[in-house]
């Protein structure tokens, strides 16, 4: 359990939040959630410990073991594969007790070997190697020393540590954001088996949704938690901010653009699939478009001045670096109106083709022709990188774009969400957000007619990434996307096609699907194995989880009575707690407040205090039966 009492965050003299109370019971994984800057990170700071309460407490029971990702990667030359056995900090020092004993020899010795055996040592190497696997890495890499990835890389070694750490706490702060889309695929499923508390601070609304049990919202200087999935948040938030006119205009426009393409491909058996995901996504426009009207972030897509037919053909192109070949004999044609998703494995090529479709990388073989008139976007990372450190927004804007006015230049930024006197901040200064939505904002008054973005969504928050989407909805050139945020693909795409094996060619299936068929390859080896030794690796694990089961079965069954107690007691706490949120919604009407009302709002400060009385009753319960269930647990493993 991990409790907040009356907690409170400042920062250079401003409140992020204060008079938080609220509970994270053991088990629940709990999204949090808020615009950039609001405290989200500090939060995480706080329960690590690396930044001290203003005012208020953190409480969670002692022994908990605590699990995070290192934000620095030294360059070190320690194999990938041992680098992440290191977050195993317990396995690290059984071994180093194990090799002092080794000198003794004896008692000693056979009792170090006894402990490490019963750490996992014969598993260790498998588990880190199926993590490292499960994230993208290909086996050859395992060997490979620390300094020679680069950096977006190094994070997902981070990554494999934490998770590689036994913790009953695992707090996650974007883990998602160097991730392509198989290795979020992964890391969600991961996370939807792991057994101890979850936070997790992300602006993915899927993976928010297939992990999350419970969304804490850090907004208006205080913390709200919320029982249920991302989608369940928006759901209750919609509810509040559902008579704000704003809403049903920008619904209209996605229903709109969506029901055109259900309309448009039901009958084809090629995107029957789609228009049913489609279908799907309308039905939930009305919950995600209400919890997010206050965004301060609006934007559109001017028409292009042309819309040349065919836009860009590559054809029998194979790309290449030197004498490697990535890609043999694409065919390929983009056409006016065309909105693509790009799917495949990291390292496959996807990144290569976009180049290709730019212009950056010139075909080894085959032609690559282009329209007169094309007018590309192109958005990668290393457009963020790029951005000259030393200028600021407006300066370069105008820079770009010496057509503009001052004025006219501050208020085309501050759609992006430059105001005042943000657009005169140096570049360096600015967030990976910012920066981020600088680079679209520079790409996007190009007006170009072939857009490629190259996972767009890294760093942006939610209501920006939901901006993007609903510009996207409006933009009437042609579209080819790369992203790991699978709403923003829903959203926009009408077509999937596949990287793999050096080709390209159309998935006839939508999202769902290939998660289906990416798990199905994994299980007949048929991703990652790109050389000799992953099989047996994956063997090993098999036989790793087999045995595992076996003895996590027993163990569930002696502790099932306890659990089942905890759960019930939980459950209690839950609707106790989602009864006085309610109560509390009902508090916050300002019309609640009028002198003709004041017997009913005494009668539901009453009640809520009431409420409030029996809800900490039940966590007092609460925390007695797990700790009735910790010491038989203790005793278990003794």
């Given at each position: 359990?991990?409790?907040?009492?009356?907690?409170?965050?400042?920062?250079?003299?401003?409140?992020?939040?204060?008079?938080?109370n609220l509970v994270i019971h053991a088990g629940q994984k709990a999204?949090?959630?808020?615009?950039?800057?609001?405290?989200?990170?500090?939060?995480?700071?706080?329960?690590?410990?690396?930044?001290?309460?203003?005012?208020?407490?953190?409480?969670?029971?002692?022994?908990?073991?605590?699990?995070?990702?290192?934000?620095?990667?030294?360059?070190?030359?320690?194999?990938?594969?041992?680098?992440?056995?290191?977050?195993?900090?317990?396995?690290?020092?059984?071994?180093?007790?194990?090799?002092?004993?080794?000198?003794?020899?004896?008692?000693?010795?056979?009792?170090?070997?006894?402990?490490?055996?019963?750490?996992?040592?014969?598993?260790?190497?498998?588990?880190?190697?199926?993590?490292?696997?499960?994230?993208?890495?290909?086996?050859?890499?395992?060997?490979?020393?620390?300094?020679?990835?680069?950096?977006?890389?190094?994070?997902?070694?981070?990554?494999?540590?934490?998770?590689?750490?036994?913790?009953?706490?695992?707090?996650?702060?974007?883990?998602?954001?160097?991730?392509?889309?198989?290795?979020?695929?992964?890391?969600?499923?991961?996370?939807?088996?792991?057994?101890?508390?979850?936070?997790?601070?992300?602006?993915?609304?899927?993976?928010?949704?297939?992990?999350?049990?419970?969304?804490?919202?850090?907004?208006?200087?205080?913390?709200?938690?919320?029982?249920?999935?991302?989608?369940?948040?928006?759901?209750?938030?919609?509810?509040?901010?559902?008579?704000?006119?704003?809403?049903?205009?920008?619904?209209?426009?996605?229903?709109?653009?969506?029901?055109?393409?259900?309309?448009?491909?039901?009958?084809?058996?090629?995107?029957?699939?789609?228009?049913?995901?489609?279908?799907?996504?309308?039905?939930?426009?009305?919950?995600?478009?209400?919890?997010?009207?206050?965004?301060?972030?609006?934007?559109?897509?001017?028409?292009?001045?042309?819309?040349?037919?065919?836009?860009?053909?590559?054809?029998?192109?194979?790309?290449?670096?030197?004498?490697?070949?990535?890609?043999?004999?694409?065919?390929?044609?983009?056409?006016?109106?065309?909105?693509?998703?790009?799917?495949?494995?990291?390292?496959?090529?996807?990144?290569?083709?976009?180049?290709?479709?730019?212009?950056?990388?010139?075909?080894?073989?085959?032609?690559?022709?282009?329209?007169?008139?094309?007018?590309?976007?192109?958005?990668?990372?290393?457009?963020?990188?790029?951005?000259?450190?030393?200028?600021?927004?407006?300066?370069?804007?105008?820079?770009?774009?010496?057509?503009?006015?001052?004025?006219?230049?501050?208020?085309?930024?501050?759609?992006?969400?430059?105001?005042?006197?943000?657009?005169?901040?140096?570049?360096?200064?600015?967030?990976?957000?910012?920066?981020?939505?600088?680079?679209?904002?520079?790409?996007?008054?190009?007006?170009?007619?072939?857009?490629?973005?190259d996972e767009p969504t890294n760093h942006l928050d939610i209501d920006?990434?939901?901006?993007?989407?609903?510009?996207?909805?409006?933009?009437?050139?042609?579209?080819?996307?790369?992203?790991?945020?699978?709403?923003?693909?829903?959203?926009?795409?009408?077509?999937?096609?596949?990287?793999?094996?050096?080709?390209?060619?159309?998935?006839?299936?939508?999202?769902?699907?290939?998660?289906?068929?990416?798990?199905?390859?994994?299980?007949?080896?048929?991703?990652?194995?790109?050389?000799?030794?992953?099989?047996?690796?994956?063997?090993?694990?098999?036989?790793?989880?087999?045995?595992?089961?076996?003895?996590?079965?027993?163990?569930?069954?002696?502790?099932?009575?306890?659990?089942?107690?905890?759960?019930?007691?939980?459950?209690?706490?839950?609707?106790?707690?989602?009864?006085?949120?309610?109560?509390?919604?009902?508090?916050?009407?300002?019309d609640l407040y009028i002198e003709s009302r004041k017997a009913e709002?005494?009668?539901?400060?009453?009640?809520?205090?009431?409420?409030?009385?029996?809800?900490?009753?039940?966590?007092?319960?609460?925390?007695?039966?797990?700790?009735?269930?910790?010491?038989?647990?203790?005793?278990?493993?003794?």
């Amino acid at each position: 359990m991990l409790s907040f009492q009356q907690l409170a965050c400042r920062r250079d003299g401003t409140v992020l939040f204060e008079d938080v109370n609220l509970v994270i019971h053991a088990g629940q994984k709990a999204g949090v959630v808020g615009k950039n800057g609001c405290g989200k990170s500090s939060l995480f700071q706080m329960v690590l410990g690396h930044l001290d309460c203003d005012d208020g407490s953190i409480g969670y029971p002692q022994g908990t073991r605590l699990s995070h990702v290192a934000q620095d990667t030294p360059a070190v030359e320690r194999a990938a594969l041992d680098y992440v056995i290191d977050g195993h900090k317990t396995y690290r020092e059984l071994e180093s007790n194990a090799h002092n004993a080794e000198i003794k020899g004896g008692v000693e010795y056979a009792q170090a070997l006894a402990a490490l055996e019963d750490a996992g040592a014969y598993q260790i190497n498998s588990q880190a190697a199926a993590l490292l696997n499960g994230l993208g890495f290909n086996t050859h890499q395992h060997a490979l020393s620390v300094s020679s990835f680069s950096g977006g890389w190094r994070m997902r070694l981070n990554l494999a540590q934490a998770l590689m750490c036994p913790s009953d706490l695992l707090l996650l702060d974007e883990p998602t954001n160097h991730l392509d889309l198989d290795a979020v695929l992964w890391l969600e499923q991961w996370l939807r088996s792991f057994a101890g508390t979850l936070l997790l601070i992300s602006h993915d609304r899927e993976f928010l949704d297939r992990v999350c049990t419970h969304v804490a919202h850090v907004e208006r200087k205080t913390i709200t938690l919320y029982r249920g999935n991302y989608s369940a948040f928006e759901k209750l938030r919609a509810a509040q901010l559902a008579n704000q006119q704003a809403l049903y205009e920008r619904q209209q426009k996605q229903r709109q653009h969506m029901q055109s393409f259900v309309d448009r491909f039901r009958a084809q058996a090629t995107k029957a699939r789609q228009a049913q995901s489609r279908l799907k996504m309308l039905e939930r426009l009305e919950e995600i478009g209400p919890a997010h009207v206050d965004s301060e972030f609006r934007f559109s897509f001017e028409p292009p001045d042309s819309l040349p037919n065919p836009l860009l053909t590559l054809d029998k192109v194979e790309l290449a670096y030197g004498d490697v070949s990535v890609l043999k004999n694409i065919s390929f044609s983009i056409q006016q109106g065309d909105r693509i998703g790009l799917l495949g494995a990291n390292g496959v090529g996807k990144s290569t083709f976009v180049k290709a479709l730019v212009g950056d990388l010139e075909p080894k073989q085959g032609l690559r022709q282009s329209s007169r008139n094309l007018v590309v976007g192109y958005f990668a990372q290393h457009q963020v990188d790029d951005l000259p450190s030393d200028s600021n927004p407006l300066a370069l804007l105008l820079k770009r774009y010496p057509e503009l006015s001052e004025s006219e230049g501050r208020n085309y930024l501050g759609g992006y969400g430059f105001h005042g006197d943000v657009v005169f901040q140096t570049i360096h200064t600015l967030s990976g957000g910012e920066r981020a939505r600088l680079a679209l904002a520079l790409i996007i008054r190009r007006r170009p007619n072939l857009l490629l973005l190259d996972e767009p969504t890294n760093h942006l928050d939610i209501d920006m990434r939901l901006a993007l989407t609903d510009a996207l909805q409006g933009f009437t050139g042609a579209l080819v996307v790369i992203s790991h945020d699978r709403s923003l693909l829903r959203a926009s795409v009408d077509s999937l096609w596949l990287v793999a094996n050096q080709a390209i060619q159309p998935f006839d299936d939508d999202l769902d699907g290939y998660a289906k068929w990416l798990s199905s390859q994994r299980d007949t080896g048929g991703i990652g194995r790109r050389d000799k030794g992953h099989e047996d690796v994956r063997q090993d694990s098999a036989q790793d989880r087999k045995a595992r089961k076996q003895a996590e079965a027993e163990k569930r069954k002696q502790l099932a009575p306890l659990r089942r107690a905890v759960e019930k007691q939980s459950n209690t706490a839950g609707k106790l707690s989602d009864e006085l949120t309610e109560i509390r919604n009902r508090l916050g009407a300002n019309d609640l407040y009028i002198e003709s009302r004041k017997a009913e709002l005494n009668e539901l400060l009453q009640v809520e205090a009431a409420v409030a009385a029996r809800l900490s009753d039940a966590e007092d319960e609460l925390l007695l039966k797990m700790e009735a269930l910790e010491e038989a647990e203790k005793a278990i493993a003794s």
